[in-house]
């Protein structure tokens, strides 16, 4: 299975940066990492929180990732 392998880092320092992660499918079905991120459900909406990277074995296919931070960022 393939690899997804990310890494967020801060655009001044380079450093990896916390944040919240959105994997959805083709299809739009959430997609979590089975790692010791943490995980929230929402209604429909999934996301993952992220402490600067994360790995996800995905089958093959499209997906969107999609990264957020507060917005005091």
Known sequence: MPLLSVSVLDD???????????????AGASVLPSTDHIAFSVGEESHFLCEGSFEASLAAGTYRVRVERGPEY
């Open 12 to 26: 001044a320092t380079e450093t990896p940066t916390p944040c919240r992660v959105y994997l959805t499918d083709a």
